[in-house]
T-cell receptor, first 113, second 112 residues
Framework: DAGITQSPRYKITETGRQVTLMCHQT?????MFWYRQDLGHGLRLIYY???????DKGEVPDGYVVSRSKTENFPLTLESATRSQTSVYFC????????????FGSGTQLSVL | LAKTTQPISMDSYEGQEVNITCSHN???????ITWYQQFPSQGPRFIIQ???TKVTNEVASLFIPADRKSSTLSLPRVSLSDTAVYYC?????????????FGKGTMLLVSP
């Protein structure tokens, strides 16, 4: 869906560098999420946010930082990238009404060398 | 927290009906059952959601027995383009992140 966009689509970085993945949604959805997807692990939740300035840890938060100063943006920062953070990262958003579905972005493929 | 169990993979041929079953023995009274589809290099996409009995949309049907301890996603007359990973989720949407556990899904391969 065009309403949620991630950038960049591909990123190559080096170990120890800081990198930020961007996520923007145009629906004014309250909830936003960051997942990582690795072979053999499926989708794992890194962080989520219920509203602007409200964030919480998911299943695998170590090494990541998020912020949500505006409802529409939910950037994910790797403060000091490690090779184990090589993965495909997906951002998703969800409305606040009961049984709202998740909308996913197209993903960012990150390689840490 | 209701955990789900799905087959890791399934094979089918074009034109056949495919049924993917998800077990969720600990489903709670308020939990919904939601299925997502993921193609390679794309994010998951919502397919269908239900609470009980049967739900049908233009893409699939979802069958939920009375005890709700399992559910079956039914894809009628699959085509090659239905090759994807299918995820079953159980929980109350928006009740917190803990309900949004995707697991590893079922890899469906449709052959000519």
């Amino acid at each position: 869906d065009a309403g949620i966009t991630q950038s960049p689509r591909y990123k190559i970085t080096e170990t120890g560098r800081q990198v930020t993945l961007m996520c923007h949604q145009t629906w004014s959805h309250s909830y936003m999420f960051w997942y990582r997807q690795d072979l053999g692990h499926g989708l794992r939740l890194i962080y989520y946010s219920a509203a602007a300035d409200i964030t919480d840890k998911g299943e695998v938060p170590d090494g990541y930082v998020v912020s949500r100063s505006k409802t529409e943006n939910f950037p994910l920062t790797l403060e000091s990238a490690t090779r184990s953070q090589t993965s495909v990262y997906f951002c998703a958003s969800q409305g606040v009404a009961t049984n709202e579905k998740l909308f996913f972005g197209s993903g960012t493929q990150l390689s840490v060398l | 927290l209701a955990k789900t169990t799905q087959p890791i993979s399934m094979d089918s041929y074009e034109g056949q009906e495919v049924n993917i079953t998800c077990s969720h023995n600990n489903i709670a009274t308020n939990d919904y059952i939601t299925w997502y589809q993921q193609f390679p290099s794309q994010g998951p996409r919502f397919i269908i959601q239900g609470y009980k009995t049967k739900v049908t949309n233009e893409v699939a049907s979802l069958f939920i027995p009375a005890d709700r301890k399992s559910s079956t996603l039914s894809l009628p007359r699959v085509s090659l383009s239905d090759t994807a990973v299918y995820y079953c989720l159980v929980g109350v949407p928006n009740s917190g992140y803990s309900t949004l556990t995707f697991g590893k899904g079922t890899m469906l391969l449709v052959s000519p």
